[in-house]
């Protein structure tokens, strides 16, 4: 397909969060990819993926779906009949082929790609989506006869690495979300509030501001369950004493900004205080390191080597990783690019990363944590979360308001 043909093939739509020439740049960058590599057709099933080329979304992508992407020619989606409407309203695809209830979903899809000329080439499937199973691999490639197959894992997130400005506008609105958030859950973690009463403060301070659903429940723990690592609210009651861990991104058209702070409430001992200073110390130092062209292990190292000074033991994670589209279950990228030890890829502008180094404190069952959202620029890095709650171990009261008071 010409240029001229792939740019009719593209259909206006007003609902699309990007441009037409956006979405052409994203194709070409992916069909580049797939050059390289010699394949001729890559069926895309990682619903962050189908959303990044098409615009088309849906919570439904647990229904087997497929974008079929040939080297050459139009684009088509397989999809469940129920979806249609979403291709139509929100996509700028032309060509698609939807199945019915009592359907067989692999059968047409092999007969459609059957029909598009994959059979005596080379396919790419994404082995590694959570969305395409095995059993889903398996029929398809013994409906299609005659294909080498390939693993295409990775195809698509090498163009989504590097995110364009009107992906970081996104990723901006979402931090404002988040930031929101995070003011109005720490306003309300006193004693006698529960776990509950935080998490719907999260919820609705991102919400009010722009936030649509996240990729992942937020992660609301205090006290003892303060240490559990993805722990979300149990309805626990906040008592004089706790640790309050919070981590939670906004999201707005499904590009998240994440952002985690601890918060102690009455007078926090020596092992919270140290901990928290060591943690923040190591952010500032992986953030201070953030530049085009420094290495991903060296930013790890950068982070990693300030906490280990403090001699409290060493975080067990990623010091980040790549953060943009997202659908349930979770909001990072970590599968596209981490920063994490003797890594060798050198940054770049318009990479977006959340730093994430935290600290358990066995005293107290707890962990200490605080993340920021940044973004590679071509002089250095710029921190897109840290507008409203400062960078330090948050003071919450002692004592629980009283009703009424002014």
């Known amino acids: 397909m010409n240029e001229s043909s792939e740019r009719n093939a593209m259909r206006e739509n007003e609902n699309l969060p990007f441009?037409?020439?956006?979405?052409?740049?994203?194709?070409?960058?992916?069909?580049?990819?797939?050059?390289?590599?010699?394949?001729?057709?890559?069926?895309?099933?990682?619903?962050?993926?189908?959303?990044?080329l098409t615009g088309?979304?849906?919570?439904?992508?647990?229904?087997?779906?497929?974008?079929?992407?040939?080297?050459?020619?139009?684009?088509?989606?397989?999809?469940?009949?129920?979806?249609l409407i979403n291709i139509e309203r929100l996509s700028w695809l032309e060509r698609y082929e939807c199945y019915e209830v009592g359907d067989d979903p692999i059968e047409i899809t092999a007969r459609a790609a059957r029909e598009m000329g994959v059979e005596g080439g080379t396919a790419a499937i994404e082995e590694s989506g959570y969305f395409f199973p095995i059993r889903i691999y398996k029929r398809l490639v013994a409906e299609l006869r005659g294909v080498s197959w390939e693993d295409g894992s990775g195809l698509v997130e090498a163009v989504r690495v590097r995110k364009s400005p009107a992906e970081i506008d996104y990723i901006r609105r979402a931090a404002a979300a988040t930031m929101a958030g995070m003011g109005e859950a720490l306003a309300c973690a006193e004693p006698g509030r529960t776990e509950n009463d935080v998490a719907a403060e999260v919820y609705g301070g991102m919400l009010r501001h722009g936030s649509e659903y996240p990729g992942s429940p937020p992660y609301v723990i205090s006290g003892e369950?303060?240490?559990?690592?993805?722990?979300?609210?149990?309805?626990?009651?906040?008592?004089?004493?706790?640790?309050?861990?919070?981590?939670?991104?906004?999201?707005?058209?499904r590009y998240s900004a994440a952002m985690m702070r601890t918060g102690f409430?009455?007078?926090?001992?020596?092992?919270?205080?140290?901990?928290?200073?060591?943690v923040i110390e190591s952010l500032e130092a992986a953030i201070d390191a953030i530049a085009p062209g420094v290495s991903s292990g060296d930013v790890d190292h950068a982070c990693r080597s300030t906490i280990l000074r403090h001699g409290l033991g060493e975080h067990t994670h990623e010091t980040g990783y790549s953060i943009g589209v997202c659908y349930p279950p979770g909001w990072n990228e970590t599968h596209i690019l981490n920063l994490a030890p003797g890594g060798k890829t050198e940054l770049e502008p318009g990479m977006v990363f959340h730093l994430v180094p935290s600290l358990i404190v066995p005293e107290l069952n707890g962990h200490v944590g605080f993340s920021e959202t940044v973004v590679v620029t071509e002089s250095g890095c710029e921190v897109l979360t840290d507008g409203q709650t400062p960078r330090a171990l948050q003071a919450l009261p002692a004592t629980e308001a009283v009703s009424g008071a002014a």
Not at 27 to 51: K, Q, S, W
Not at 63 to 83: D, F, H, K
Not at 268 to 273: G, L, M, T, Y
């Open 19 to 52: 441009s037409l020439d956006e979405y052409r740049s994203r194709l070409a960058g992916l069909r580049a990819g797939m050059a390289d590599r010699g394949i001729d057709t890559a069926f895309i099933a990682v619903p962050e993926n189908i959303y990044y």
């Open 56 to 83: 088309y979304t849906t919570l439904g992508y647990y229904m087997p779906q497929s974008l079929i992407v040939p080297l050459e020619g139009e684009p088509m989606l397989l999809t469940y009949r129920e979806e």
């Open 225 to 253: 369950r303060s240490g559990l690592p993805h722990g979300t609210w149990e309805g626990r009651t906040l008592r004089e004493g706790d640790i309050v861990f919070l981590e939670f991104a906004g999201c707005v058209k």
């Open 265 to 278: 409430i009455g007078d926090p001992p020596d092992s919270v205080r140290s901990r928290a200073d060591a």
